[in-house]
């Protein structure tokens, strides 16, 4: 049985029904949030990618919302998401760079996040995939006991995980605060400052790799791929980087199967396209742009999977699906994985300039569908949309209210997530590092002033970095070509001025 929101219910949940332009009472619709990782603005074919074709993905755009100005928050992953999840800028918070696999969690108990606040509407919660917003007390976690705090304490009631990344260790999967098919007597040991145990590492057996790194990446092999970080043991619980894909689709498509008569909530977080790129052979050359093509490609067979549970279930129409990356696109994040010669005309940001790591657009500006068939009406919204919302705008189409402090960055955009209102926020902050952070308004970004290198030698990324100011007009230079800082300094008072009040808040 589903529930039903009848009239008389609290006044914010008829409020805000009504803002979405229901009339009768309604079912609460299940919220799926689908974030890929590294994937770029140009990757997908209903974004102008002509080298591959993602026709499942396509298929939601052209039922959906495709948005042209859809950001996350940062360049780089844990900030992203912590800031997804939480409703507050990662920058505000030390400790939320890029985590090592064995960090302790980010988001404790007792914070109001996402899942915790839809959760208070009634939905049941689940996250499957990838976590890297660490796990456990301070000092980490205990791989081989309960390991708490973790998603099930700040909002899930169910999770399946990759701790934190593909390409660190431990190479393990952790559900519901148990690593999956660990042996007792094999218990795992994780060190990320010295090598640990007897396993091989890609430094000194190169010989036994599958797949080379192109910088770091060189520590404990496993499955033939050399990681960040050292471990040992838990042999019987290891991963196969060829089958991730489904086993994360197959638990997310379960978590639908066992809560499709009720309304749920599902963060589904997968591993492609990040490194390793190691698709199963279904994908592997299918592509022809290697593995990075043949990951897209598998993102996209991930995407149609849970659309099918959706239509197997019989809920697709009550059930809005987002789907979206947690930064953009990077070519060699680090292995030799043919991703650079092979990319041929392909660009993975599209138009704009820069990538992961990156302060110009490339870095923050998203792939970002919105889809509830017969409720989102087909089209393309160029309003401003950020990733910071979606606490707010979900609490708002879920019928949740969020407590005091919750979600401080957040704001209520739902009618832009659905397409009912054509103009989004004002202005969307990005952000590459701390203090390091670029704003956009109306067709205005600016960049401030910062240090390091322009380019990320390794990644052969632009940084964005730049002692001067940079100004630059998205409206007739989308690309990012032509700093008018110079030019304009009013304009870059204004905006500068505008980011310090943010940044005060
Ligand atoms: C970098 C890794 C890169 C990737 C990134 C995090 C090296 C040399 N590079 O430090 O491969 O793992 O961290 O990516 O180790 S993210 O998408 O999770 O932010
Ligand atoms: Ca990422």
Redesign the pocket.
């Known amino acids: 049985m589903k529930l039903k929101l009848l009239t008389g219910t609290a006044g914010i949940i008829s409020a805000s029904l009504t803002q979405i332009g229901f009339s009768q009472p309604v079912e609460k619709p299940n919220i799926i949030i689908i974030l890929a990782?590294?994937l770029g603005y140009g990757d997908l074919s209903c974004y102008g990618a002509t080298s591959l074709k993602t026709p499942n993905i396509d298929r939601l755009s052209n039922q959906g919302l495709r948005f042209t100005n859809g950001y996350c928050t940062s360049a780089?992953?844990?900030p992203?998401r912590y800031s997804l999840l939480t409703g507050s800028y990662a920058w505000r918070r030390e400790g939320t760079s890029?985590l090592p696999g064995d960090a302790s969690a980010l988001i404790t108990p007792g914070m109001i996040t996402l899942p915790s606040v839809i959760k208070s509407a009634g939905y049941t919660t689940g996250v499957v995939g990838?976590w890297?917003l660490g796990l456990g007390p301070e000092g980490g976690p205990d791989w081989n006991g309960v390991i708490r705090p973790g998603p099930n304490d700040i909002g899930f009631d169910y999770s399946f995980l990759i701790p934190?990344?593909g390409?660190?260790v431990p190479c393990v999967y952790v559900e519901n605060g148990r690593v999956v098919g660990l042996d007792p007597s094999d218990p795992i040991s994780v060190d990320y400052s010295k090598k640990i145990g007897n396993w091989p590492t890609g430094k000194e057996n190169p010989e036994l790799l599958k797949m080379h790194?192109s910088?770091?990446?060189d520590m404990t092999i496993v499955n033939g791929i050399s990681r960040?970080g050292y471990m040992t043991g838990g042999k019987s619980a290891l991963w196969v980087d060829e089958d991730m894909a489904d086993v994360i689709t197959d638990k997310a498509v379960k978590f639908i199967e066992d809560n499709h008569e009720k309304p749920f909530f599902l963060y589904f977080a997968t591993h492609d396209i990040?490194?390793p790129r190691v698709p199963h052979g279904r994908f592997a050359g299918k592509s022809g742009m290697g593995p990075r093509g043949d990951a897209i490609l598998q993102f996209d067979w991930s995407v149609g999977e849970i659309v099918k549970a959706l239509k197997r279930m019989k809920i697709q129409k009550n059930t809005l699906i987002i789907v979206s990356s947690?930064?953009g696109p990077?070519v060699d994040?680090?292995?030799r994985d043919q991703a650079v010669e092979l990319l041929g005309s392909h660009r993975p940001s599209g138009k704009l300039r820069g990538g992961?790591y990156s302060a110009f657009e490339g870095g923050t500006r998203v792939v970002f569908i919105s889809s509830w068939k017969g409720t989102i009406k087909k089209g393309v919204s160029d309003a401003l949309f950020s990733q910071i919302d979606l606490l707010a705008s979900l609490a708002g189409i879920a019928g949740a209210s969020i407590p005091e402090g919750g979600g401080p960055d957040s704001r209520n955009y739902m009618n832009v997530l659905t397409g009912k209102a054509k103009t989004g926020r004002d202005w969307v902050v990005e952000q590459t590092g701390r203090n390091k952070l670029s704003i956009v308004k109306n067709e205005w970004k600016l960049i401030l002033p910062g240090q390091g290198p322009k380019i990320q030698v390794?990644?052969n990324t632009e940084t964005g970095n730049d002692p001067e100011y940079q100004l630059y007009n998205l409206g007739n230079d989308p690309s990012e070509r032509n700093n008018v800082a110079g030019d304009n300094p009013a304009i870059v008072k204004e905006l500068t001025d505008l980011l310090n009040s943010i940044r005060s808040l």
């Open positions: 990782d590294d780089t992953s844990t992203s890029v990838k890297h934190a990344t390409d660190r790194p910088h770091g990446h960040i990040h490194v947690d930064n990077v994040d680090g292995y992961k390794n990644t």
